[in-house]
């Protein structure tokens, strides 16, 4: 089985531009969920999605957003970039909706620098 | 309230070394799985093993292995003869109802030749 796909795995913007990024997870897989990493906070929760619904949520300001097509691939919008944006973007791939008891695989991740 | 704690940052040893990475655990939930992934510096987090509250069995895997103590709220991570190639960070998590998977700081070993 092909793994997790995020795209672009590189990006560079600057404060005040808006970002998507794209999360294909494993075949078959419906849950997604993303994190964000930075060395001050380490891995942080953003979301979780199940079939195009968002199932839970971290603590990050209304401006990170997400959504999940139907084919289960999903994409988080980060709008109004700030500088403390800059990290790394890593989607998670869930099998199925049971949800704690599931082992998590996770894509390459993609690097944002907020200039 | 959940949390996880790696209380080594870094740590630094020869090839050949065993190592051992602690993870001590917090959580009110009687049911819950718990986790360690490798994150080598290409950034991917790797899956290495997932271990549920009821099953305190150690478990090995080549020079891997993990020892999960419920008393002491640990699941420390060993690993044998260190090779270069083990060099990365590891993260201990913890997953309970209702809650999203919660990372520890990692750890970052570094083997050398």
């Known amino acids: 089985k092909a793994g997790v796909t995020q795209t672009p795995r590189y990006l560079i913007k600057t404060r005040g531009q808006q970002v998507t990024l794209s999360c294909s997870p494993i075949s078959g897989h419906r849950s997604v969920s993303w994190y964000q990493q930075t060395p001050g906070q380490g891995l942080q929760f953003l979301f979780e999605?199940?079939?195009?619904?968002?199932?839970n949520k971290g603590n990050f300001p209304g401006r990170f957003s997400g959504r999940q097509f139907s084919n289960s691939r999903s994409e988080m919008n980060v709008s109004t970039l700030e500088l403390g944006d800059s990290a790394l973007y890593l989607c998670a791939s869930i099998p199925s909706i049971t949800g704690y008891q599931e082992t998590q695989y996770f894509g390459p991740g993609t690097r944002l620098l907020v200039l | 309230a959940q949390k996880v704690t790696q209380a080594q940052t870094e740590i630094s040893v020869v090839e050949k070394e065993d190592v051992t990475l602690d993870c001590v655990y917090e959580?009110?939930?009687?049911?819950?799985?718990l986790f360690w992934y490798k994150q080598p510096p290409s950034g991917e987090l790797v899956f290495l093993i997932r271990r549920n509250s009821f099953d305190e069995q150690n478990e090995i895997s080549g020079r891997y292995s993990w020892n999960f103590q419920k008393s002491t709220s640990s699941f420390n991570f060993t690993i044998t003869a260190s090779q270069v190639v083990d060099s990365a960070v590891y993260f201990c998590?913890?997953?309970?109802?209702?809650?999203?998977?919660?990372f520890g700081k990692g750890t970052s070993l570094l083997v050398t030749p």
């Open positions: 959580t009110r939930d009687t049911t819950y799985y």
């Open positions: 999605y199940f079939s195009e619904t968002q199932r």
């Open positions: 998590a913890l997953n309970a109802p209702g809650y999203a998977l919660n």
